[in-house]
T-cell receptor, first 117, second 113 residues
Framework: ETGVTQTPRHLVMGMTNKKSLKCEQH?????MYWYKQSAKKPLELMFV???????ENNSVPSRFSPECPNSSHLFLHLHTLQPEDSALYLC????????????????FGEGSRLTVL | LAKTTQPISMDSYEGQEVNITCSHN???????ITWYQQFPSQGPRFIIQ???TKVTNEVASLFIPADRKSSTLSLPRVSLSDTAVYYC??????????????FGQGTILTVHP
């Protein structure tokens, strides 16, 4: 148990569906992240929120839409996805502000395995 | 952005000590070095973090030379359950530099009986 919970753990959707991934952290952190991990590829940073404001968006297609209503919750809204978007989507959190910033100590959830048909 | 280079894979046997080295030639002054372990279909898990010299915790040691251009993760007496992918992450996301927290390819460690 890392203190970061992701739901659902598995999701199968068609290309015309709309679904959402949810992440919740119970660690009191103020930064949250979405990473994508495709088969045999390194983790790709998608979005970063710090104090509920998006601070990083790594050229992610608009069919992925993040939402951070508060510092404990993070969503990834999915619509009109493509089969190549099938991957493990990982949420992470960290204590991301202050004079030392974020030193790279990230706490990850178990991930949501997404399959797009 | 401090790019990291690690061996793609390593093999070991139960009970042996394993050392995985990561190169990060353009590490910045305020960057920290963090190692993660990842099992299939799970999120990476924090192992150890350091800035310089040596750090040790209950599961691993981290050796960082004075020039900080590389680091070595040492796993004492590995077991089969240590078979996983190990990532070296170098960065400090102070301010808005969160994009620096990117992962490399990682090292696939396979421990044999």
């Amino acid at each position: 148990e890392t203190g970061v919970t992701q739901t659902p753990r598995h999701l199968v959707m068609g290309m015309t569906n709309k679904k959402s991934l949810k992440c919740e952290q119970h660690l009191g952190h103020n930064a949250m992240y979405w990473y994508k991990q495709s088969a045999k590829k390194p983790l790709e940073l998608m979005f970063v929120y710090s104090l509920e404001e998006r601070v990083e968006n790594n050229s992610v297609p608009s069919r992925f839409s993040p939402e951070c209503p508060n510092s404990s919750h993070l969503f990834l809204h999915l619509h009109t996805l493509q089969p190549e978007d099938s991957a493990l989507y990982l949420c992470a959190s960290s204590q991301g502000t202050g004079p030392r910033g974020n030193t790279g100590e990230l706490f990850f959830g178990e991930g949501s395995r997404l399959t797009v048909l | 952005l401090a790019k990291t280079t690690q061996p793609i894979s390593m093999d070991s046997y139960e009970g042996q000590e394993v050392n995985i080295t990561c190169s990060h030639n353009n590490i910045a002054t305020n960057d920290y070095i963090t190692w993660y372990q990842q099992f299939p279909s799970q999120g990476p898990r924090f192992i150890i973090q350091g800035y310089k010299t040596k750090v040790t915790n209950e599961v691993a040691s981290l050796f960082i030379p004075a020039d900080r251009k590389s680091s070595t993760l040492s796993l004492p007496r590995v077991s089969l359950s240590d078979t996983a992918v190990y990532y070296c992450l170098v960065g400090n996301a102070g301010g808005t530099s969160y994009g620096k927290l990117t992962f490399g390819q990682g090292t696939i460690l396979t421990v044999h009986p």
